[in-house]
């Protein structure tokens, strides 16, 4: 039997030690989920904390809220802010502590990382420039920093978020193989 094995393996161009069972598989399909579960919410709290950024400024200068509820949208800016500060945190000690993160992924959502946390700490500085009513100067100040940190943010998570997609592919067709 381990002859033939050897063959079968010989003749897929497969070494012993490249075959992977198929419960070794799902347990390593499972751990890349869960990298890109967490660099998704990278990307997702990216765009959430820019869309409250940009549509504050001008829903502020249209007499109008972001939000349906009367609250103003100085404080929709302070606390999704706030919310996406923990969730990016928690996202990125997960990426961190990935057994199957290359270094170009660990990279790219460092960048997001970063980058996003330069959008968080941007939010209450627009806040009050909002609560000010400097529409202007708010929406100068997105532009010198928050456009270029909103970019950086995506571009890192995104381009991690395609490399683990791709291999995540791979091993699950590793898997309905190996069954």
């Known amino acids: 039997m381990a002859v033939l094995t050897g063959l079968c393996l010989a003749l897929s161009g497969l070494s012993a030690n490249a075959q992977e069972t198929a419960k070794e598989l799902a347990a390593k399909a499972s751990d890349e989920l869960r990298l890109l579960t967490s660099l998704q919410v990278l990307e997702r709290m990216t765009s959430q904390v820019n869309h409250f ?24 800016i302070r606390s999704n802010a ?35 946390n330069v959008l968080i700490a941007l939010a209450p500085q627009i806040a009050d420039l909002i609560l000010a009513k400097d529409f202007d100067a708010a929406a100068a100040l997105y532009r010198e920093t928050g456009q270029s940190a909103y970019d950086g ?27």
């Open 53 to 76: 950024l940009v549509y504050s400024i001008e829903a502020e200068r249209g007499g109008w809220r972001v939000m349906e509820k009367e609250i103003g949208n100085d404080y929709a």
């Open 82 to 116: 706030d919310r996406a500060a923990a969730e990016v945190a928690t996202a990125y000690n997960s990426v961190k502590k990935s057994k199957f993160a290359t270094d170009d992924e660990l990279k790219g959502a460092e960048a997001a990382f970063e980058n996003v």
């Open 153 to 179: 943010a995506n571009r890192g998570a995104q381009s991690a978020t395609t490399t683990v997609q791709k291999r995540l592919g791979k091993t699950l067709l590793s898997i309905r193989v190996a069954k």
